[in-house]
C-alpha cells in the first residue's frame, strides 16, 4: 500500500516538473486573445469640380453655366457632403457650338438652370452600373426633377443616353471615383419638358415713333401748303360753264340798258 502511494506520488511530480505539462497550463491559464478593431474607412477625397472640368477637357462652356445659373454650388455640395454622390454628364464646348437650333439664348434663366440641372443623376453610378439601369423599365431622375428624367441603353459596353428630345452617348470617363463621377457626352442633353413645348419667340423690337415737325419748321409749312391746295376744290366743268351763262346774260342786260337810253334822249 505504502509502495503504491509513493509511485503515485512519484509519477505527479514528474508531470507537474515535465516542459509540456507547464506548457498545457500555461496556455489554459492565459487569457483569450481578442480580435484588433478594424480602422475605420478612409473620408473620400474632395474633389473640385471647378478644378476637375477646367484641367479635364474643353468644358468651358458648360463651366459657365454651372457658374452662371448657380447649379454648381448645387453640385459641388451633393458630391462632398453626401453620401449619394452625383453623376455627371458633361457636354465638350463643340456640342454648345453645333447647338444652333433650338438656342438656349430663347430660354427663360428658369429654363436655362433646369437644363443644366437636367445634366447630372443624385447618385454615383459607375460605368457597370448602367447595364442595371438599362433594363430597368422606369426612367432615372436627374436634378431637375419632376419630369426631367434620362433613360439609357448599354449596347456592349456603350452608354447611349435618351433624354427625350435628344440623344447621345458617353464618349468617355473623365472621372470615376466614388462619390464623383463625371462622363463625357457628344451632344447636351435637351429634356423634352422644356424643348418638346413651343419656346416663344424673342420678341421683335418695337418701331421708332414718329417725331412730328415743329409747327414753324419748313417742313411743317410745306406740309400745310400740300394740305391745304389737296383740301381746296378744283373746279369743274360745270361750274365754268354757269359763270359763262352769267356773264353773258350781264352783258345782255347792260346794251338793252344803253338802247333804251339813247332813245329817250335822243
Same mark, same amino acid.
Given at each position: 500500500m505504502e509502495i503504491f502511494k509513493i509511485l503515485t506520488f512519484s509519477t505527479t511530480l514528474l508531470l507537474l516538473l515535465s516542459p509540456a505539462f507547464g506548457k498545457t497550463a500555461s496556455k489554459a491559464a492565459s487569457p483569450p486573445s481578442l480580435s484588433p478593431t478594424p480602422a475605420p474607412a478612409p473620408a473620400p477625397d474632395f474633389v473640385n469640380l471647378t478644378d476637375l472640368l477646367t484641367v479635364a477637357g474643353p468644358f468651358h462652356t458648360f463651366l459657365g453655366y454651372l457658374q452662371s445659373t448657380k447649379v454648381l454650388d448645387t453640385f459641388q455640395n451633393q458630391a462632398n457632403n453626401t453620401e449619394e454622390g452625383i453623376t455627371i454628364f458633361v457636354p465638350k464646348d463643340g456640342a454648345f457650338s453645333s447647338?444652333?437650333?433650338?438656342?438656349?439664348s430663347k430660354l427663360t434663366p428658369d429654363q436655362l438652370k433646369q437644363v443644366i440641372l437636367f445634366h447630372a443623376l443624385p447618385h454615383f453610378y459607375a460605368l457597370a452600373d448602367f447595364k442595371n439601369l438599362s433594363q430597368s423599365s422606369a426612367s432615372t431622375p436627374t436634378f431637375a426633377g419632376g419630369d426631367y428624367?434620362?433613360?439609357?441603353?448599354?449596347?456592349?459596353?456603350?452608354?447611349?443616353?435618351? =433624354?427625350?428630345?435628344?440623344? $447621345?452617348?458617353?464618349?468617355?470617363?473623365?472621372?470615376? $471615383?466614388?462619390?464623383? +463621377?463625371?462622363?463625357?457626352?457628344?451632344?447636351?442633353?435637351?429634356?423634352? +419638358?422644356?424643348?418638346?413645348?413651343?419656346?416663344?419667340? $424673342?420678341?421683335?423690337?418695337?418701331?421708332?415713333?414718329?417725331?412730328?415737325?415743329?409747327?414753324?419748321?419748313?417742313? +411743317?409749312?410745306?406740309?400745310? $401748303?400740300? =394740305? =391745304?391746295?389737296?383740301?381746296?376744290?378744283?373746279?369743274?366743268?360745270?361750274?365754268?360753264? =354757269?359763270?359763262?351763262?352769267?356773264?353773258?346774260?350781264?352783258?345782255?342786260?347792260?346794251?338793252?340798258?344803253?338802247?333804251?337810253i339813247m332813245v329817250v334822249f335822243l
Open positions: 447647338l444652333k437650333k433650338p438656342s438656349l428624367s434620362l433613360n439609357f441603353t448599354d449596347d456592349s459596353g456603350s452608354i447611349h443616353i435618351n =433624354s427625350g428630345w435628344s440623344k $447621345t452617348k458617353v464618349s468617355s470617363a473623365v472621372h470615376s $471615383t466614388n462619390p464623383v +463621377a463625371v462622363y463625357q457626352v457628344d451632344k447636351v442633353l435637351l429634356p423634352e +419638358a422644356i424643348f418638346g413645348t413651343d419656346i416663344p419667340p $424673342t420678341p421683335a423690337p418695337s418701331p421708332a415713333p414718329e417725331i412730328a415737325p415743329a409747327a414753324d419748321s419748313p417742313d +411743317a409749312k410745306s406740309a400745310d $401748303t400740300k =394740305s =391745304s391746295k389737296s383740301s381746296s376744290p378744283s373746279s369743274s366743268p360745270d361750274t365754268a360753264a =354757269s359763270h359763262r351763262i352769267i356773264f353773258s346774260l350781264g352783258n345782255f342786260v347792260v346794251v338793252i340798258s344803253m338802247a333804251i
